[in-house]
RNA sequence: GGCCCCGUCGUCUAGUGGCCUAGGACACCGCCCUCUCAAGGCGGCGGCGGCGGUUCGAAUCCGCUCGGGGCUACCA
């Protein structure tokens, strides 16, 4: 082993010991019971949703017991980082309105990105260093590699132990010489870890979990040639977590089996074993199986697609707060998005996302709004999305609250056709002067004689009467129907076929192509209220 | 290969030895309403992965097995 001061040697002279860390971050003056959480992501790309996800359950679970929450970027891989990726951040959790309690300027716990804390992480290197708890290792990745393809073909368990562990009790002298050499090493964690001995732990939402005791001698401190020696997630996490006096580790369940691993780092640096807290992944479908949601295969793994979709933030909250705590999915929107999140009663097994049931839930927050607070939502998605159809609205604003309105106030079950913003304009675009339908029959309605269509909207056309009682208005359709052959209900087209050119129901859908375009719209009368007297007559003109 | 986690209708789940002939929600199908669509109302389809054991009795306890997922990196 290397003597204290060749181990010094190896660090930055007035890099602090220990006890000043823990005395600049001493632990947290909180209330009993009250949780400290965390949300780590790395700045590797786009957030994913299943972050939100984490955040969420993590935030709230803090906020909740009186505690804190704060994000703390990892991005100790400088090869992966994303430019852009922490902006993207800070507005997807504005956007879900899941921002840290506790952060950058109002935290005393920073700083909250890892690559500005290389100081702790190397006091507590050298700290383990000096107490022959690590070692250096400088074994070249090809040697790694070789060394795994052997244990592959040997069939026993990869990795740094044992006597594959070459350097864990290398002579100082070669060390040395290695040293002189300057060649690049890591440090290793000089695993207790005993072969067939357990350790267990108890998870928050699992309970008692059970694993071999961790044997592999883990790289605790990454390559020392590079500008700034960074450390593995493992260590960082065992540092950062107890520094930044988190008691819940609340983090994706692909973590379990490195538990062992932090549990021993975290013994050796004489911290407190942590409460962990691990969440069931969001799944996808895929064929037959379920795997994780993809960044890259799946586009709504991104928060993004949420987002660019329009869907009510609540909505999306709604959904996954239920995913993750069922409980809350059986109760109203309003008590959902404010009742706990317990973390005992969050669920172990991966859920799948299902849109159909985001779109469900999704109409429902929208059918509680009014016409107005539509007409900002989609005003406000639209000036990123649909500039477009920002101009509309403001041009035709009124008109846009009349159709807003229609079975949708003053009714008992209010029309739920909008499930999202971006479908605004498919739905009531055709309201909008600018974006009226041309008409066009098709399907069984092109089988009318044209003759008789023309004769029909012309003289519709001709005789309109905007009346405001809606069965007198719809006697109009009637009667027309009636003069120009058409049965009054189908009742009485199907007792005689022959007599009849169709039923009422005919002459309604040609208006109903007339005046939307489409064979599917709300009631007739009360989009040909909407539209008022001479746009209705206009549109059923182009088919006179 | 080794270790770990998970396994109730298509999906999310309730269920902790008898209240289970397994309940609810979404999806799907049908009917009602009706000038279309949406909504709504009513009804239907559909599940304890499998096998053994414990027990008077098991979705619930035990063992084995199968399936899915994760870890096994100087990625997190």
């Known amino acids: 082993m290397l003597t204290r001061s060749e181990i010094d040697a190896l660090f930055r002279p007035d890099l602090p010991e220990p006890e ?177 001995v357990r350790m267990r732990y108890v998870d928050q939402i699992r309970g008692p979990i059970e694993a071999d005791e961790n044997r592999n001698d883990v790289v605790i401190l990454k390559a020392s040639d590079q500008a700034l020696p ?116 969050c669920g172990v097994s991966g859920a799948l996302i299902d849109l159909p049931k985001l779109d469900h839930i999704s109409a429902d927050v929208i059918v509680g709004l009014s016409g107005d607070e539509i007409l900002t939502e989609v005003t406000r998605w639209a000036s990123t999305y649909d500039p477009e159809l920002v101009e509309l609205i403001d041009a035709e604003r009124d008109l846009a609250r009349r159709a807003l309105a229609i079975e949708r106030e003053g009714v008992d079950n209010p029309r739920k056709d909008l499930k999202k913003w971006s479908e605004f304009r498919r739905i009531y675009g055709y309201f909008f002067t600018r974006l009226a339908p041309t008409p066009v029959l098709e399907g069984p309605l092109a089988s009318i004689d044209p003759a008789v269509v023309r004769g029909m909207m012309g003289e519709f056309a001709a005789s309109y009467q905007h009346l405001d009682d809606p069965q007198e208005w719809f006697n109009q359709i009637r009667e027309l129907a009636a003069r120009h052959g058409f049965a009054g209900s189908q009742k009485e087209f199907k007792a005689n076929p022959g007599r009849y050119h169709g039923s009422i129901r005919e002459p309604s859908q040609i208006i109903r192509i007339a005046l939307t375009g489409s064979t599917r719209s709300p009631d007739l009368f009360q989009v040909a209220r909407a539209l008022g007297r001479e746009e209705t007559v206009r549109r059923v003109s182009l088919l006179a």
């Open 20 to 196: 000043h860390w823990e005395r600049t971050y001493p632990p947290r003056d909180l209330p009993a019971g009250a949780l400290v959480t965390r949300f780590a992501p790395s700045p590797t790309g786009f957030m994913h949703i299943g972050g939100i996800y984490v955040a969420m359950i993590a935030r709230d679970v803090a906020r909740r017991s009186g505690g804190s929450y704060f994000v703390r970027v990892e991005d100790t891989d400088q090869a992966r980082g994303v430019e852009g990726a922490m902006e993207q951040f800070d507005r997807a959790f504005e956007y879900f309105s899941i921002q840290p309690t506790e952060g950058e300027g109002t935290g005393a716990y920073g700083p909250y990105r890892q690559s500005q804390r290389a100081d702790l992480y190397l006091t507590f290197v050298r700290h383990l260093l000096r107490q022959g708890q690590a070692y250096l290792c400088f074994a070249t990745r090809e040697e790694l590699a070789e060394m795994a393809a052997r244990q592959q073909a040997a069939k026993v368990p990869t990795g740094y132990y044992g006597r594959w562990a070459t350097w864990r009790d290398a002579p100082a002298e070669q060390v040395r010489a290695a040293l002189a050499e300057d060649r690049p090493y890591v440090v290793r964690f000089r695993s207790p870890g005993r072969p067939g």
């Open 230 to 345: 960074l450390p593995t997630y493992h260590f960082a996490h065992v540092v950062d977590d107890h520094l930044m006096r988190v008691n819940l580790v609340i983090r994706a369940d692909e973590w379990i089996s490195s538990v062992p691993v932090h549990h021993q780092l975290s013994a050796a640096l004489g911290f407190e074993p942590f409460s962990y807290a691990h969440i069931a992944p969001l799944l996808k479908q895929e064929g037959g199986s379920k795997r994780k949601l993809s960044k890259r295969k799946d586009p709504e793994a991104s928060v993004d697609y949420y987002i660019e979709a329009g869907y009510p933030v609540e909505a999306v909250l709604y959904y996954l707060r239920g995913l993750a705590n069922g409980r809350l999915a059986e109760l109203p929107l309003a008590e959902a998005l404010t009742a706990p999140i317990r973390i005992e009663e």
